[in-house]
């Protein structure tokens, strides 16, 4: 009898300790990949906030290549109606709308930045050369950010999916939701590099 | 005695499993470090004091970095990773700048911190590494390249930040928890006369919880804490003669913060953090 309490008792200890630590994960986790996403939606503002000055310098050079300069514009616009809230977060069509809006919105970039090669009065000017830094930075930005969300997605995803985390999460958070995740998409392998 | 080793060289493998990643080379006290070997001794040293200096003048943390190999990933890649990992730049101001040479693949970065992305943009970063540092890289001369290119990049982020009023470094909350814990060993382990493990049961119980509830308020690390909680447990429990094993633990204590103590004099990363700002360009 004293030997099964004491069992007991340690089991009861053991159960504690695992389950205890635990009970904020769901939500400190949900918050992370919030703050991950607001991060990335910010990188991906900032590149289309550098479009209109890219494609005003550009179009002062090289004028005649409107297809590309329409596709940017274009892209851009899509892109703009569309912002990473958390309800888009866990919802898969809604998040692949805006997956690939942004992903439209690189590869009609990295075709101007193609194009602008064939313009070597362009490629001297100083505003574009800073404008290329700029895409250059804002492109790499988004890629640590798209990094740091998928991580922190992929955390809060095996919280919810294993166990002792599915347990507390049917126990006190049952609305919470398994969050999209980004998909390597052909461009992304391919990479549509800034080139020099 | 050997079992409180034993365990502490197990948590201590712990933390560094949890922390580590991999290929990146080591800091070892050094803003510069020069595994391509392109400096002298006098180079080198001289480039540390500036840097140095820079830090105490404005806690900037400003790293040079050369690198053998690049291992196949991109410098951005690879650039704002090895930041994260020595965690250059102040932990509240993120102000680290990482100057990275890779002469093996003709690659040059300048990787900054989240902090400094506004004093120096990825534009300035791109114009110090096309009109300071390449031209001297071009005709290899190295030295003369990441001079004038830290001395620029000082320039820029100078204004941005001043060093700490009171030089307050925060104690790693591990040196706190040992001798705490060590004290409500004592404090149990004296009140319990029991004599056989039977009887300490509840004492182990009781001293094994607060131990592992408050490891985990230090750290939020799980395994840790229930490690800590099992490891206080167990001793409290089969510890033969309470008063004296308490004293035991108490001068063992005393030992981790001395074992510490070294790592206060060298220069390591302030704990800042990097999200690809910067610029990159080769020759």
Do not use: C
Not at chain 1, 66 to 79: C, G
């Amino acid at each position: 009898m004293k030997i099964a309490g004491i069992i007991g008792g340690i089991l009861l200890l053991i159960i504690a300790l695992v389950i205890l630590p635990r009970i904020n994960n769901v939500p400190k986790l949900d918050e992370n990949v919030n703050m991950y996403a607001s991060q990335l939606d910010n990188q991906y503002k900032r590149r289309s906030d550098l479009i209109p000055n890219l494609v005003a310098t550009v179009k002062g050079y090289a004028s005649h290549e409107k297809d590309v300069l329409t596709q940017v514009t274009e892209a851009r616009a899509k892109v703009g109606q569309m912002t990473l809230t958390p309800e888009v977060l866990s919802n898969p069509e809604a998040f692949k709308a805006y997956q690939n809006a942004q992903d439209n919105l690189s590869s009609a970039l990295s075709r101007l930045m193609m194009v602008t090669e064939n313009y070597p009065e362009l490629k001297a000017n100083e505003n574009f050369l800073n404008l290329q830094a700029q895409l250059e930075g804002t492109e790499n930005r988004i890629a640590v950010a798209r990094k740091d969300y998928i991580e922190a997605v992929k955390e809060y995803n095996l919280e919810l999916r294993t166990v002792p985390g599915k347990w507390v999460a049917a126990l006190l958070y049952p609305e919470a939701k398994i969050k999209q995740n980004f998909t390597a998409t052909t461009t992304e392998t391919t990479t549509p590099k800034v080139a020099f | 005695m050997k079992l409180l080793k034993s365990i502490t060289l197990l948590v201590l493998f712990a933390v560094t499993v949890l922390f580590s990643a991999p290929n990146f080379p080591e800091l070892n006290n050094s803003r510069v470090v020069d595994n391509a070997g392109l400096f002298n001794t006098y180079q080198r040293i001289d480039l540390e004091k500036r840097l140095a200096a820079h830090e105490t003048n404005t806690s900037n943390q400003v790293v040079v970095v050369t690198l053998n190999s690049l291992e196949g990933y991109d410098i951005a890649d690879y650039g704002y990773q090895l930041g994260r990992y020595w965690g250059i730049g102040q932990k509240d101001k993120n102000n680290g700048v990482l100057l990275i040479v890779a002469p093996n693949e003709r690659k040059v970065r300048i990787e900054v911190g989240y902090g400094l992305e506004g004093a120096l943009p990825d534009a300035t970063a791109n114009s110090i590494i096309q009109y300071e540092i390449l031209p001297f890289f071009k005709t290899g001369n190295y030295y003369d390249g990441v001079n004038s290119g830290i001395k620029s990049i000082f320039e820029a982020i100078k204004g941005e930040y001043k060093p700490a009023s009171s030089d307050n470094k925060d104690l790693p909350m591990g040196l706190l928890l040992f001798p705490i814990l060590f004290i409500v060993l004592m404090f149990i382990g004296t009140i319990s006369n029991a004599k056989n493990s039977k009887e300490r049961i509840i004492p182990a119980i009781v001293s094994g919880g607060i131990a592992g509830i408050v490891s985990w308020m230090m750290f939020f690390i799980l395994g840790l804490s229930v490690f800590i909680a099992i490891a206080v447990f167990l001793l409290t429990l089969f510890s033969s003669n309470s008063r004296g094993n308490g004293s035991d633990y108490y001068s063992s204590g005393s030992n981790f913060s001395g074992f510490d103590g070294g790592s206060f004099g060298g220069f390591s990363g302030g704990g800042g953090s990097f999200g690809g700002g910067g610029a990159s360009g080769s020759w």
